[in-house]
């Protein structure tokens, strides 16, 4: 079984690795991570400083990337923006797919009332804006980075504790599982070491696709100014301010806008090809 399951491996990878789009994308997404974990030890300039002598300058050979309008090195303020949009994405996918899966593979493998009730709560959720959610849990516990994370993650689970459930309720009509219950294995154990091992692989393509839309969502906040607060920045909050004055200064806009659409082409790609490598219906 294991030898079985490290073959499945290896010809996913090789699935994965022969996509040349992905393989790319993997390979941006890369450089860009040790870029933002390495930030404080490479950016050109202080984060908080300010030159508004020189003010909102274009692209030179001491600012590659142009000003800001207050004389801010937008390179160092894009990689230091960059930690901020990665660590909401990916964080706030952990605390969607540390939710989304309990709750899936509980109302899956139960069945019965436990499962309606916990899916029309699903339903009702669904029917609500996320805005509002997270506007309300912003007023009631304040605003900061670490809500942040978690008032995202917390609306973002629900279509993975559909998808989930979905493969937990196929798989608990499987020999494996029927043989593990008669035998009085305990639910937990079922649950922990034989269906959300392998209800892992739709899980694991989903949440590199919620990334990319989290990170979205991250910027759709900043963009209305419920994101990160100042000194702070985000991809988002760049883009915002790169907006307002767009007409007079081209680089505010272009080259945070550039980096994010590319960091979620990226994404997107690798969760195509997660998908493709994955499935094996797939074929080239």
């Known amino acids: 079984m294991e030898s079985n399951q490290s073959s499945l491996f290896q010809e996913a990878l090789v699935r994965l690795t022969s996509n040349k789009l992905s393989l790319f994308s993997c390979i941006y997404i890369l450089i860009i991570v040790v870029i933002a974990i390495i930030t404080p030890l490479i950016a050109p300039y202080d984060y908080a400083f300010q030159d508004l002598d020189l003010g909102p300058s274009p692209p030179s050979a001491e600012h590659l990337l142009g000003t800001d309008t ?11 923006g960059s930690r901020i949009s990665l660590m909401v994405g990916f964080l706030a996918t952990v ?4 939710i989304g899966v309990m709750w899936g593979t509980i109302a899956g493998f139960t069945g019965g009332k436990t499962d309606t009730v916990m899916m029309r709560i699903v339903d009702v959720l669904y029917g609500i804006p996320f805005i509002i959610l997270i506007i309300l849990l912003m007023v009631i516990f304040g605003r900061n980075l670490i809500l942040l994370f978690m008032a995202i993650g917390a609306v973002e689970w629900l279509t993975m504790a559909r998808i989930v459930r979905s493969q937990v309720m196929g ?9 593990a219950e008669a035998m009085g294995v305990r639910k937990i154990n079922i649950i922990f070491r034989h269906l959300i091992p392998n209800a892992i692989g739709p899980v694991i393509v989903y949440a590199t696709l919620t990334v990319p ?5 991250e910027a759709f906040l900043s963009f209305l100014g419920l994101g990160v607060q100042a000194p702070l920045s985000s ?3 760049l883009i915002r301010d790169g907006a307002v004055s767009m007409e007079e200064y081209w680089w505010l806009l272009v080259f945070p806008s550039l980096t994010f659409s590319l960091t979620l082409f990226s994404l997107n790609f690798i969760g195509d090809g997660l998908r493709d490598a994955l499935d094996p219906r797939s074929g080239p």
Request: proline share 0%; glycine share 6%; net charge positive.
């Open 235 to 237: 991809w988002g909050i």
């Open 171 to 179: 798989l608990s009509k499987q020999e494996f599982i029927l043989a």
């Open 95 to 98: 605390v969607a797919l540390v």
């Open 213 to 217: 839309q989290i990170m979205l969502l």
């Open 70 to 80: 207050l004389g801010r090195d937008l390179l160092t303020r894009m990689m230091f």
